[in-house]
């Protein structure tokens, strides 16, 4: 994945990122990726990704399924990001990690704030350390009652090009 472009923004134009991202998220959560004082980088990549660095470090990706964290973020045991959770037991980690959506009989624990198309950290149940972000197909009281088949659409991994990216940016 290459640069195509990248360039800072104005106050202006945070504030209506910001905005955007309120429509998904609530305010606690852009409290955790804006600091008070800081920079932002918009990047565009040749694959037609938009990336965000804040304060020179990479954290959020505009992907068709809207404004994703990014996993290094997630996985920053200093900038504590709160993120819904669904957490996976150990024998879908592989699958998991390597894209696949995250199914019902793999699923140990569902937060039971989760509503159909939130955004969601999917995590393992043993370290509770992020092994993805995913897109919640149902919300969490439908989960909870479903047998079998995929409960969250995987979107982003340690094996995709944004991972690869997020490894050399600087």
Do not use: C
């Amino acid at each position: 994945m290459k640069i195509k472009q990248r360039h800072f923004i104005k106050s202006t134009e945070i504030k209506k990122l910001k905005a955007d991202i309120l429509k998904k998220y609530d305010e606690k959560f852009i409290n955790q990726i804006f600091p008070k004082k800081g920079v932002v980088e918009v990047i565009h990549t040749e694959a037609g990704d938009i990336l965000y660095a804040i304060n020179h470090k990479l954290t959020l990706w505009k992907s068709k399924e809207g404004y994703l964290p990014v996993l290094t973020l997630l996985l920053d045991k200093k900038n504590k990001v709160d993120l819904k959770t669904v957490v996976v037991d150990k024998g879908a980690i592989r699958f998991v990690a390597n894209g696949a959506d995250i199914m019902r009989p793999g699923v140990t624990k569902i937060d039971p704030s989760i509503k159909q198309d939130d955004i969601v950290r999917i995590a393992d149940e043993t370290h509770d350390r992020t092994l993805a972000v995913g897109k919640a197909l149902y919300n969490a009281q439908e989960m909870e009652v479903k047998k079998s088949g995929p409960v969250v659409k995987n979107l982003h991994t340690i094996q995709d090009s944004i991972w690869q990216f997020e490894k050399n940016f600087k």
